[in-house]
């Protein structure tokens, strides 16, 4: 559970700077030709991402909205672990709908994990007929809890990556 200890959650963009940086790595340790751009605020209320990877390779672009997780502090469990996806600017709706875009999902909250931030998050697209709101890495078993939302299917990193290089993800160019 050490993954979830922490006094103060750190804030989106550091976990945004933690996975760019871990990817980055990634490709370069891979040999994969790659740029990525994070966008303007003007430009990410328009198309609902954070950050655009592109893949000279296969001319193809993935976009990518972070947000950060939050967990109980007194108690950090998994089941308590949740993010906020709310449909600012419409955001949740633009994430269901773009096929090229995904919520990319810590799902840690120390800081000594950073380095390997990229092994400890979620890949994740909600279908068209789900709901913004508080959604939870796993369902739970309390009365209140299993009311909520839940991350359906996430993927981990070599599952996208995968994905991505064997063009079932991404938008040609």
């Given at each position: 559970?050490?993954a979830?200890?922490?006094?103060?959650?750190?804030?989106?963009?550091?976990?945004?700077?933690?996975?760019?940086?871990?990817?980055?790595?990634?490709?370069?340790?891979?040999g994969?030709?790659?740029?990525?751009?994070?966008?303007?605020p003007?430009e990410?209320?328009?198309?609902?991402?954070?950050?655009?990877?592109?893949?000279?390779?296969?001319y193809?672009?993935?976009a990518?909205?972070?947000?950060?997780?939050?967990?109980?502090?007194?108690?950090?469990?998994?089941?308590?672990?949740?993010?906020?996806?709310?449909?600012?600017?419409?955001q949740?709706?633009?994430?269901?709908?773009?096929?090229?875009?995904y919520?990319c999902l810590?799902a840690?909250?120390?800081?000594?994990?950073?380095?390997?931030?990229?092994?400890?998050?979620?890949?994740?697209?909600?279908?068209?007929?789900?709901?913004?709101?508080?959604y939870?890495l796993?369902?739970?078993s309390?009365?209140?809890?299993?009311?909520n939302?839940?991350?359906k299917?996430?993927?981990?990193?070599v599952?996208?990556?995968k994905?991505?290089?064997e063009?079932?993800i991404g938008?040609?160019?």
């Amino acid at each position: 559970m050490d993954a979830l200890k922490s006094e103060i959650i750190p804030l989106e963009r550091e976990f945004e700077a933690w996975i760019i940086s871990n990817i980055e790595r990634y490709f370069e340790t891979n040999g994969i030709k790659y740029y990525i751009r994070a966008l303007m605020p003007k430009e990410e209320k328009k198309i609902g991402a954070d950050e655009l990877m592109f893949f000279s390779n296969s001319y193809k672009v993935v976009a990518l909205q972070f947000k950060r997780p939050y967990v109980n502090i007194e108690n950090p469990t998994w089941e308590s672990l949740y993010w906020n996806l709310f449909n600012q600017s419409n955001q949740f709706t633009k994430v269901a709908k773009i096929p090229s875009l995904y919520y990319c999902l810590p799902a840690f909250t120390n800081r000594n994990y950073r380095k390997e931030a990229l092994s400890h998050c979620f890949f994740w697209k909600p279908n068209k007929n789900e709901k913004d709101g508080k959604y939870y890495l796993k369902q739970g078993s309390d009365e209140s809890h299993s009311k909520n939302n839940y991350i359906k299917n996430p993927m981990k990193w070599v599952q996208f990556i995968k994905e991505i290089l064997e063009c079932r993800i991404g938008c040609k160019l």
